[in-house]
């Protein structure tokens, strides 16, 4: 047999940058269309909701605007100060399309702030669980499953009963009702990781402690993390929606997209449907967006699935 | 004695065992181990004979519940076993350091290779980001990785198995320490670049002056590579010796059963020579010898714990060895 020597096959060489972790994992998101989309509803809704005050034909907060001659007009009904109630108003005059803007910033900023603390204590808890072990470790773990035990809803009900009502207080109980399952999601992910070769590589190279703890064992972490905070900002919006549904929310001066359904809820029988129906839709393609992306996040960070 | 006349490492009467719920386990009973400067030493055993155990020993990374419960472990001087963490920190890494079996697993995959080797250099030498990085680029090129400015800046899934290999030995050796145990190495690589990192390490310790303990179970990497071998089997020492003379001429029972059952030594068409029935479980040892169950040649004294004889630079554990 002849050995042909010809050309040396041409090796593509990606460069290091276009290898970085990050960058195969934004190529890898995108190879779904739905999720794409869902992240472009995502980021549309977010700047909607930042930009609420300037895009808003009418600000929902100052009574003065609002004309109780207005109340209760249909969609596409002209106002009386000019301009159009695209979505109709309500039984105070609001203008629903101002309305919903200004819902939809309250409820993102009271999912996203509750979901950041509640993973910054349950991240904390559960890496200090995982690493110290022991009777600590047991003691953050029997809380969080007594916390799972109870319906997630019933909790913040007690707590809002005796907290009162307020934005401040609804993440406080969004966070009290959260932090449990980023402590047990770290807490596992920990448990596992800790027991890699690289920890112990880590530890003959004799790196302090805390920088095996942040550097080493906390990246290798968050994965998991990522994919349970996606899907935990679009519960705890749904929660705060039930929550303001119920009453126990938010003030009514300051109305979440919950609190616009509530609202509305007396009128739908009357036929004037669109007081509940638009902030339902809101709040519908607000959660099927962040679920759209979760879903995504987690096909690509779970190496289980992985093609 | 004199620091210089004294052996780099020795071990005397080592005990690590594990305080589980269903017993004591004795992963390390009774072992003595002697390793001069610049020396390659063999340490040869079947999965769960404790030879990993003996490497964390020496690293002082036992896990409870398992701990050392006597002997001494001296390093250039220094007893191990007593040390506390501060100084331990002063050592592990730095005159002391170690090599895994998986290269896919030893890297964080997260973090850049240059990341990984800088942090080794600066958790012992105080020195500043580009002169570690510069120590960082040399032991790459040491290692033989070609174009290291470029590699230092990959991450480890950019690399192929025996690359990282690489990266990890370069790891272990920037700090150039005294000592480097290699914890089966080249298990997970194929047989040509296990050929290839063989030469190369023993070849990197030749010239640093770096003595090296090499954990495998297969006696043929040992051959080529060490200048003594220590048999282990369930938590000891059973024979010890230069390289060639055991292999040679092995006097334990076991130590010639394992080289019996390497496929080269055996004749085409017959079936492979093994050592029957499995390793006791180390819970339920007792006393004697702990081969005794598998072994051909054994007898009655085998049942009380057979001593460590010395002969012509051999050690044995045997009360009835091959002539």
């Given at each position: 047999m002849r050995i042909v020597t010809g050309e040396p096959i041409p090796v593509r060489v990606r460069d290091a940058a276009a290898q970085a972790p990050w960058r195969r994992f934004a190529e890898e998101f995108a190879e779904s269309r739905i999720a794409l989309f869902g992240l472009a509803l995502l980021v549309f809704l977010a700047v909607v909701a930042i930009a609420a005050p300037w895009i808003s034909p009418q600000n929902p907060y100052d009574l003065a605007q609002l004309d109780v001659l207005d109340s209760k007009l249909a969609p596409g009904t002209p106002a009386a100060a000019g301009g159009l109630y695209w979505l109709g108003t309500d039984d105070q005059g609001r203008?629903?399309?101002?309305?919903?803007?200004?819902?939809?910033?309250?409820?993102?900023?009271?999912?996203?702030?509750?979901?950041?603390?509640?993973?910054?204590?349950?991240?904390?808890?559960?890496?200090?669980?995982?690493?110290?072990?022991?009777?600590?470790?047991?003691?953050?773990?029997?809380?969080?499953?007594?916390?799972?035990?109870?319906?997630?809803?019933?909790?913040?009900?007690?707590?809002?009963?005796?907290?009162?009502?307020?934005?401040?207080?609804?993440?406080?109980?969004?966070?009290?009702?959260?932090?449990?399952?980023?402590?047990?999601?770290?807490?596992?992910?920990?448990?596992?990781?800790?027991?890699?070769?690289?920890?112990?590589?880590?530890?003959?190279?004799?790196?302090?402690?805390?920088?095996?703890?942040?550097?080493?064992?906390?990246?290798?972490?968050?994965?998991?993390?990522?994919?349970?905070?996606?899907?935990?900002?679009?519960?705890?919006?749904?929660?705060?929606?039930?929550?303001?549904?119920?009453?126990?929310?938010?003030?009514?001066?300051?109305?979440?997209?919950?609190?616009?359904?509530?609202?509305?809820?007396?009128?739908?029988?009357?036929?004037?449907?669109?007081?509940?129906?638009?902030?339902?839709?809101?709040?519908?393609?607000?959660?099927?967006?962040?679920?759209?992306v979760a879903d995504q996040l987690r096909d690509v960070m779970n190496p289980r699935l992985k093609r | 004695m004199s620091a210089a006349a004294r052996p780099l490492l020795e071990i005397e009467g080592l005990r690590t065992h594990f305080f589980t719920g269903a017993g004591i386990v004795k992963a390390v009973d009774d072992v003595d181990v002697v390793l001069e400067r610049g020396r390659i030493l063999g340490i040869v055993g079947e999965s769960g004979s404790g030879k990993s155990m003996l490497a964390y020993s020496i690293l002082g990374?036992?896990?409870?519940?398992?701990?050392?419960?006597?002997?001494?472990?001296?390093?250039?001087?220094?007893?191990?076993?007593?040390?506390?963490?501060?100084?331990?920190?002063?050592?592990?890494?730095?005159?002391?350091?170690?090599?895994?079996?998986?290269?896919?697993m030893t890297l964080n995959p997260v973090l850049r290779i240059d990341t990984q080797m800088v942090e080794a250099v600066r958790a012992h030498h105080a020195v500043s980001r580009g002169a570690a990085l510069e120590r960082a680029r040399e032991a790459l090129g040491r290692v033989g990785i070609a174009s290291p400015d470029e590699r230092l800046r990959n991450y480890p899934h950019q690399f192929s198995g025996g690359m990282r290999q690489r990266v990890a030995i370069a790891i272990a050796l920037i700090n150039q320490p005294a000592l480097v145990i290699a914890d089966e190495p080249t298990t997970a690589l194929d047989v040509t670049i296990q050929a290839q990192i063989l030469s190369e390490m023993q070849a990197l310790c030749r010239d640093a002056g770096t003595a090296l303990i090499w954990i495998t179970h297969d006696l043929s990497v040992i051959a080529g590579l060490a200048d003594e071998v220590y048999v282990m089997y369930a938590g000891r020492i059973v024979e010890s010796g230069p390289v060639d003379d055991v292999l040679d001429n092995p006097r334990h029972p076991y130590t010639r059963g394992l080289i019996d059952s390497v496929p080269s030594r055996n004749a085409p068409g017959r079936p492979l020579a093994q050592i029957r029935g499995v390793m006791p479980s180390l819970l339920a040892l007792g006393e004697g010898c702990a081969f005794r169950g598998r072994c051909a040649r054994a007898l009655d004294a085998c049942r009380a714990a057979p001593p460590m004889a010395a002969a012509g630079g051999r050690r044995l554990r045997c009360v009835n060895p091959l002539p």
């Open positions: 203008d629903m399309l101002s309305g919903i803007f200004y819902g939809l910033r309250i409820s993102l900023t009271v999912g996203i702030t509750s979901t950041v603390i509640a993973l910054a204590i349950g991240l904390a808890l559960g890496m200090l669980g995982a690493y110290v072990g022991g009777w600590l470790d047991a003691l953050i773990m029997r809380v969080a499953d007594i916390q799972l035990s109870f319906p997630a809803i019933l909790i913040a009900l007690i707590l809002l009963a005796v907290l009162g009502q307020g934005t401040g207080k609804i993440i406080a109980a969004l966070v009290t009702v959260q932090w449990a399952y980023y402590a047990r999601t770290v807490r596992s992910a920990a448990l596992v990781e800790r027991e890699k070769e690289y920890i112990e590589a880590a530890r003959v190279l004799a790196l302090p402690k805390w920088r095996i703890l942040v550097k080493h064992l906390l990246p290798n972490c968050l994965p998991p993390l990522i994919v349970v905070a996606t899907v935990q900002v679009a519960h705890a919006i749904a929660l705060e929606a039930t929550l303001s549904f119920l009453g126990l929310g938010l003030p009514i001066t300051e109305p979440s997209l919950g609190l616009l359904i509530a609202n509305g809820f007396q009128y739908l029988m009357s036929g004037k449907y669109w007081i509940s129906f638009y902030p339902g839709v809101a709040l519908l393609v607000t959660i099927m967006a962040i679920n759209l | 990374l036992v896990d409870p519940p398992g701990r050392i419960v006597s002997g001494r472990i001296a390093l250039e001087g220094v007893d191990l076993t007593r040390l506390d963490e501060p100084r331990w920190r002063e050592i592990r890494g730095a005159r002391v350091a170690m090599i895994f079996q998986d290269p896919m």
